[in-house]
């Protein structure tokens, strides 16, 4: 084993020429794992949040204008959601890759597809169902 008289013995050079030791070798797992669960999920939100003005296609007057006034606000919602999880998988891919990253790569690729949840569950809260 190399000693480096400051820092104490010197592991990156016992690994491989050439290997930088503060380089995570699997940062890209999270946010893998993450993008395969969140974007597929998301389309699936995505599908159903398209298909819920069908849900008054036989309401009357005033209940399809009360249903229309607040899908048009919680579309605007979801919408935002959304870009709200892309910007989560976002930075979870854009951290640096190095080992001191890694907590805050596996928060944020946890936090995308439970926020592709909770978006939808913010939707279906404001729509103000027949």
Request: net charge negative; hydrophobic share 50%; glycine share 8%.
């Amino acid at each position: 084993m190399n000693l480096n008289r400051n820092t104490g013995p010197d592991l990156g050079r016992d690994l491989a020429p050439g290997l930088d030791p503060s380089r995570d070798p699997r940062a890209f797992i999270a946010p893998l794992v993450s993008s395969l669960l969140t974007l597929p999920l998301g389309a699936v939100a995505l599908f159903f949040v398209a298909l819920s003005p069908m849900a008054c296609d036989s309401c009357g007057d005033t209940a399809s204008d009360r249903f229309d006034a607040s899908y048009g606000v919680a579309f605007t919602v979801f919408a935002a959601g959304l870009l709200l999880v892309l910007g989560l998988l976002v930075a979870a891919w854009a951290l640096p890759w190095e080992r001191r990253n890694s907590g805050r790569r596996v928060v944020l690729a946890l936090t995308a597809p439970a926020a592709v949840a909770l978006d939808y569950a913010v939707f279906y809260g404001i729509v103000d169902w027949p």
